[in-house]
């Protein structure tokens, strides 16, 4: 057969959302492919332009619908730079019990659709029915399963509700025999290995020259976790290991990201322990006035006018569940903040196809893409 | 423009260091790891969920009026009362859900603020009827536009306007998504389970501070306060006009804003014919 | 030929409605109505019985893979149509068929409207040549088993010409995949059949349940020719972990990307029909078709036909519950790693067994009672 183009997308079960990749293959080999992103671009930066802080939170959820409230703390985490607001103690620690169960959710459900794309069925139902417990636990104090705009500047919305914590470690405890579980199911099928192993290489020096982050780093080799390297929130405080393999293939980021799964519950259960003993605010008692009260009724210039507004720029990186992420947030003294810029893992690591699909075959492209884990509302944002 | 990017905290937690894994050594590649032991684990879960399937993604009822639990732990799925930790039921969705909104078309007080906070402007204020005869101006939401973020109810000062669990809104028609103020009243008299948080006020909300200079006491402030805290004072004349001096033409009242019943909804700030009122804090 | 078969069914219903029908036919139709006729209509009957019985049975094989699947992913199948939602698939089925018939204006007309059609035609009519229990079968072949492989080896050839008329770049590299496949399983599939054949001593599906009714299940001796046969089976008709050709992951839908509606309902119907038939043929040739282990009632059920034929429905259900089993534990296989199980392992084992069960044949089987 000679050779030709496929585009795999927009519409295709491989890609887990709405891109575009193109492979040129010969056969079945692959040996050229572009990735192809913008399909879902919504212009999130340009909008925030033209909302108050805390309605972009708003926004941040529609951002990464596997793990929005990891983007709301981004988010916030540069506004409240620029704003120059102090968060509560209790709050940073709601707020980094809800990363690591947002952790474990988009890993979970990276789990179910990687193994869906190697072709397993069944282990597909049981990441699914898993994240939502942990979904069941978000609605149960931020009132919604997936668009959450649950944190606000200065701190969260509400307190947790009674017994909240009981119900989290008897979730916690599940999951952790739960993971285990999933390794075995995996780790001991010989048809498994073999699709996974030595497939999708990218060495460390490779990762590092494209700018891939996240698991996709880690699995190469790279020790490197923003959590442990440029510590924000509360994370000092809190014990847990990087996890790091050194295989560089798609079997070293599914280890991976199992081992980020079993740290994610063990700081769960810390955070846990911290709120059952420290009760207090959970939102700052000093917020820029602006941002708590709703605005004036339109054709009220003088509102913004009359008022002397502190200006910051703010900046905040994050390990968010695919990678490292950016916020840049520029606080000129309006309502609004002046210019917003993210920086989304995923969008690199896509772009980087072409160094990790050429020279494998076209069936391995759905496992090499489904160890990438894709959220594409995030890259296009 | 000016605070730079602050340095990377130090790690105060020596622990978190790193776990390295080597990879596996390779299987033993035989029948056992091949088929054997997938098919066995596959087994177990048919063994397992044969009596009783643990996922139900919807809250679904059995034919015999049961309502199914969900998971292995029966208890987990009670949902519970937010504040109280009372349960609901099993099967129910939690209380404090952000559906459909209620609306209690008598106790609102016509003060925009939900029409104000909403960040996809899907809230219109429109004139309507409650059942005690009065006419007055209530908010009208299109759920096509709705995000269901809950920031009206968060901003509502009376609690008049709250979210419901109640999440189904399939219709044939994109004008049956537009929910009039009496059709979220009907919602609110089916006393559906409704978003138990209120959120208190912030303590260093801005006041409505009046330029005395420019007022000219015409009242249209204290006639159009929602919540009828503002009151229009007698201020003493100035003594007599010196000869040849004319006095200002206004009339010798001028408002007072009771800040603890303010609701800061601006509607006298948008009222105001001369723009003396506006935002800001007592000294 | 005796009432409690097919033919002899079909022939008794046949005449009884030509002996109700003709006195009450017009002088002028009389010669219609002749013996000849009625044969006819007895063997049209047969047919439609077989073609029925195949159709609905294959739809109930997917309301039985939606309720085993459901259960090994923890949750409950279909169950709103019907009751425990036996009646789902029918209702596809009505909504496919309701269907706007769409064809991409590029295809070939004719290979994309014919490939469905005769893919699950020729697939049903395997149907009609297995027994399902004594002398149900609508003809008497003595070759009966080498003309169900032979149609059941016309498969790939429709879909490779489904798969390049509709002119789709998925369609075209999945009907390659089927190409390789098919033919590379082929050979480990006729192996194996070619092992019981030396155990039979016949071609006759009958035949070869008979012999088993008199020496035991050829499972026990054939035990590594069935292994064989089974992978060689789920390559055949397209089941994970060998479902390579509508890998959906990255084919699309594999070979029948670009068909909708009704002909979208033949193809699916189709890998059913083939998973039928396999089926049939793992529990015709090794698990002893529909004689039941020995008891005090075996006698008066097998005389009975009717209960063989529940007995082999029972045994067919339940080896297509072990493809389903397979389906939900095992990850699908990379091509070059198929054709390399294919080429490398299972034709040098199926050549094994065929020496085992000539050896057996040597011996004389069961070799136990010598052995002892």
């Known amino acids: 057969m000679s050779e030709m183009w496929i585009n795999m997308g927009p519409q295709h079960p491989m890609t887990h959302g709405l891109w575009n990749l193109r492979v040129k293959v010969d056969g079945e080999l692959v040996i050229d492919a572009v990735p192809e992103m913008g399909y879902l671009h919504r212009g999130i930066e340009k909008i925030c332009e033209y909302r108050r802080y805390n309605e972009v939170v708003t926004l941040m959820d529609r951002c990464c619908y596997v793990a929005g409230l990891a983007w709301e703390q981004l988010y916030l985490m540069a506004s409240e730079q620029a704003l120059g607001v102090e968060v509560p103690e209790r709050a940073e620690y709601i707020r980094v019990m809800c990363q690591e169960l947002q952790r474990l959710a988009s890993h979970l459900m990276w789990y179910a659709a990687f193994v869906m794309d190697v072709g397993l069925m069944a282990p597909f139902g049981y990441g699914m029915r898993d994240r939502d417990i942990i979904l069941d636990l978000f609605q149960s104090f931020t009132g919604a399963r997936m668009t959450y705009e649950y944190m606000r500047v200065g701190g969260v919305r509400n307190d947790l509700p009674v017994g909240f914590t009981d119900r989290c470690r008897k979730v916690m405890g599940w999951l952790e025999q739960r993971v285990n579980d999933y390794e075995d199911l995996c780790d001991r099928s010989d048809i498994f290995l073999k699709r996974c192993i030595d497939v999708g290489v990218l060495k460390a020096k490779d990762c590092i020259r494209d700018g891939i982050t996240g698991p996709m780093l880690r699995a190469a080799g790279v020790a490197r976790d923003l959590r442990r390297d440029r510590p924000y929130s509360v994370y000092p405080e809190l014990d847990f290991q990087v996890a790091v393999h050194d295989a560089a293939d798609v079997y070293g980021r599914y280890r991976v990201r199992m081992e980020e799964m079993r740290q994610s519950l063990r700081i769960v259960r810390q955070c846990l322990d911290w709120l059952d003993h420290k009760p207090g605010r959970v939102i700052a008692e000093k917020v820029p006035r602006f941002v708590g009260t709703p605005s004036p009724p339109p054709g009220m210039e003088s509102y913004i006018v009359r008022r002397g507004y502190p200006k910051g720029v703010g900046f905040s990186a994050m390990e968010e569940p695919h990678g490292e992420a950016l916020a840049y947030v520029v606080n000129e003294g309006g309502e609004q903040p002046y210019r917003v810029k993210f920086r989304s893992p995923v969008m690199v690591n896509i772009s980087a196809a072409r160094d990790y699909l050429v020279g494998y075959r076209v069936s391995d492209i759905p496992a090499i893409m489904g160890s990438v884990d894709i959220c594409v509302g995030e890259s296009d944002r | 423009m000016s605070t730079p990017a602050s340095p990377p905290i130090p790690s105060r937690h020596p622990a978190a260091e790193e776990i390295k894994f080597t990879l596996p050594p390779p299987e033993p590649t035989g029948v056992a790891s091949l088929v054997v032991h997938p098919l066995a684990r596959a087994g177990r879960q048919f063994m397992k969920s044969l009596w009783r399937p643990s996922t139900i993604v919807y809250p679904f009822k059995t034919p015999f009026g049961k309502t199914e639990e969900r998971l292995e732990n029966p208890e987990f799925r009670k949902e519970v009362d937010i504040r109280s930790g009372v349960p609901l039921g099993v099967g129910e969705v939690w209380d404090n859900y952000r559906g459909v909104h209620a609306l209690n078309v008598q106790t609102c007080i016509s003060c925009n603020l939900c029409m104000f906070s909403c960040p996809d402007t899907c809230i219109e204020m429109v004139t309507t009827e409650t059942p005690d005869g009065k006419t007055k101006k209530c908010p009208q939401i299109d759920y096509g536009k709705c995000s269901f973020c809950g920031f009206c109810s968060d901003a509502c000062p009376e609690g008049c306007l709250s979210m419901t669990s109640r999440y189904t809104l399939t219709t044939n028609d994109r004008g049956h998504m537009v929910y009039s103020p009496k059709m979220m009243y009907a919602i609110y008299r089916t006393k559906l389970p409704m978003n138990p948080i209120r959120l208190a006020r912030p303590e260093n909300e801005d006041n409505i501070l009046l330029d005395e200079d420019l007022c000219i006491g015409c009242n249209a402030c204290a006639r159009d306060c929602p919540t009828k805290c503002i009151t229009m004072i007698d201020i003493p004349k100035p003594s007599a006009p010196k000869p040849g001096e004319k006095l200002p033409k206004r009339i010798w009242k001028e408002p007072m804003v009771n800040d603890e019943d303010c609701v800061r909804c601006g509607t006298c700030i948008s009222v105001c014919p001369k723009e003396c009122l506006y935002w800001g804090s007592h000294g | ?372």
């Open chain 3, 1 to 372: 030929m005796s009432a409690a078969t097919l033919l002899g069914v079909s022939f008794w219903l046949a005449q009884t409605m030509f002996s109700t029908l003709r006195p009450i036919t017009p002088a002028p139709l009389l010669p219609l109505m002749g013996p000849q006729a009625q044969l006819a209509t007895g063997y049209l009957l047969a047919g439609t019985l077989v073609f029925a019985t195949g159709l609905v049975n294959s739809i109930m094989l997917i309301w039985w893979e939606r309720k085993l699947l459901g259960r090994f992913m923890d949750r409950r199948g279909a169950m709103h149509v019907g009751y425990a939602g036996l009646l789902q698939n029918f209702a596809d089925g009505l909504k496919l068929f309701r269907k706007q018939p769409l064809r991409p204006r590029e295809a070939d007309k004719l290979g994309y409207l014919l490939s469905p059609t005769a893919y699950l035609a020729t697939s049903l009519a395997i149907v009609g040549f297995l027994p399902v229990s004594t002398g149900w079968v609508p003809g008497v072949a003595p070759l009966s088993l080498l003309m169900a492989l032979a149609l059941f080896s016309f498969a790939p050839f429709f879909i490779f010409v489904g798969a390049w008329s509709s002119n789709n770049k998925y369609s075209l590299i999945g009907g390659m995949r089927t190409a390789a496949q098919l033919v590379a399983y082929e050979v480990p599939l006729l192996f194996a059949i070619v092992s019981v054949v030396l155990l039979a001593g016949t071609f006759d599906l009958t035949g070869i349940v008979n012999a088993q009714i008199h020496d035991g299940w050829f499972a026990l001796p054939l035990a590594l020719g069935l292994i064989i046969f089974f992978v060689a089976m789920l390559a055949e008709v397209e089941r994970i972990p060998f479902d390579l050709p509508e890998a959906e992951a990255e084919l699309v839908e594999g070979w029948n990307t670009e068909y909708g509606g009704m002909l979208f309902a033949m193809t699916t119907l189709g890998d059913y029909v083939r998973a039928l038939v396999g089926s049939y043929l793992v529990v015709l040739l090794f698990l002893g078709g529909w004689w039941m282990p020995a008891g005090p009632y075996t006698a008066a059920i097998n005389g009975f036909p009717l209960a063989g034929i529940l007995w082999f429905q029972v045994k067919v259900y339940i080896v297509f519950a072990v493809f389903v089993w397979v389906r939900a534990s095992l990850p699908r296989v990379r091509t070059d790693q198929l054709l390399q199980i294919g080429w490398k392992r299972m034709i040098p084992l199926s050549l094994a067994n065929v020496f085992l069960a000539a050896a057996f044949v040597a011996e004389g089987w069961p070799p136990f009672p010598k052995l002892l």
